[in-house]
């Protein structure tokens, strides 16, 4: 019986990495979080916010549609995210003046001058480890971990749990 095969053997050795992929998923989130409170701390932006910033500092003058794109976060949550920041005076938004159902956003002086410190979100940890791995180790781990985020943004696609008794 192969080991990749369908057989028990199979099943159990797919269980086995199934469980270490979770495990490590953990670590990362946990990892994240721990990024994003060490963030918040020191710039005052948790790591969304700081990504949407650094989206508009690197796009310019740009739609929450565009920024959904760039940051892979809902447009909703983008709109949520963007309130805060205008509210705290880091960015403008502001209709456009050929199509007014536009908006765009742009960093004001106090946010420009915000990113300008602003630590990377991923860490300077991280950014200094990753940078150590050989080119063809760092495209191979970017491709599996974007690999990883396509197989489990389906997972929430989960059909709904069925009671044992059947009723």
């Known amino acids: 019986m192969s080991i990749g095969g369908n057989g028990i053997e199979g099943k159990k050795f797919q269980a086995s990495h199934a ?3 979770e495990k490590a998923v953990r670590r990362i989130v946990r990892a994240h979080d721990l990024q994003s409170r060490a963030l918040a701390k020191r710039c005052g932006l948790t790591a969304a916010q700081l990504v949407l910033m650094k989206g508009i500092a690197e796009l310019g003058e740009v739609t929450s549609g ?5 940051a892979d976060i809902s447009a909703a949550t983008v709109v949520t995210i963007l309130d805060n920041l205008e509210e705290r005076g880091l ?14 956003t742009r960093l ?11 630590p990377d979100p991923m860490g300077d940890v991280f950014l200094d480890r990753f940078a150590k791995l050989p080119p063809e180790e760092r495209q191979s781990l970017a491709d599996a971990v974007s690999r990883l985020g396509e197989l489990m943004s389906s997972a929430g696609e989960v059909a709904p749990l069925v009671p044992v008794d059947g009723g």
């Open 19 to 21: 469980r270490t992929i």
């Open 66 to 70: 565009a920024l959904s794109v760039y």
């Open 91 to 104: 960015i403008q938004r502001y209709r456009s003046g050929s199509d007014r159902r536009i908006v765009h």
């Open 108 to 118: 004001t002086e106090t946010g420009a001058a915000l990113m300008a410190q602003a």
